[in-house]
């Protein structure tokens, strides 16, 4: 079942559940999305997915989300905070779209788009951190469309098909985020 959680122009998102196991399998397993996640060495089954799914949000230190896209309610991929720090306020964020004829369209921009703001607007955090591939050009367009800036890069950190690519670090903070984007989930009240 789908519910408008956080809702924008094009998607929303809504709470990931386990009725699709075997659709995330197979994207998971898809070489075009593996590779930048850097699961490309991992074989993953359905049952395999379905205890990744279940524990990967157990406690309240993650929210996962389907991105759905709102004329059709097809879900696209997933968005997520993790590693949710309630004592320093930060998360960590990341994403995918499992389709290749659904990438490139703004679907995953406006996911985190919305995912950010529900961070910082509901669960008052101070700055959220992301990571990404130097080979995944889309996404790293994709995280600075939103605001965030580069504070770091590992070097040679991953290794796929005889080459080894950096990690880049991301990072936003609340304050960054809003001076970019005025709308909010929740209405201010003055």
Known sequence: MLYKKLVGDNIY???L?????ELF?????DETLARGLGTIPQIMT????????EKACKNSNCYQFYIVRKSDDKILGTYSLNRINYTHRFATVGGFIGEIEDRG???GTEALTL??????????????LGNIFSFNKASIKSILKVGYKQVGQIKDYYYYRGK???RLEFQITKE??????????LPVEE
Do not use: C, Q
């Open 17 to 21: 559940d386990m009725e699709n196991v």
């Open 115 to 128: 995912i950010s703001d529900f961070a910082f607007n509901v669960l008052n955090l101070r700055f959220l």
């Open 105 to 107: 369209k703004g679907y």
């Open 25 to 29: 399998t197979r994207w998971v397993n």
């Open 46 to 53: 359905e049952l395999g997915e379905r205890d990744y799914l």
């Open 176 to 185: 960054e985020f809003y001076s970019l984007h005025t709308t909010h989930l």
């Open 13 to 15: 998102l809504s709470p």
């Open 164 to 166: 080894y690519y950096d």
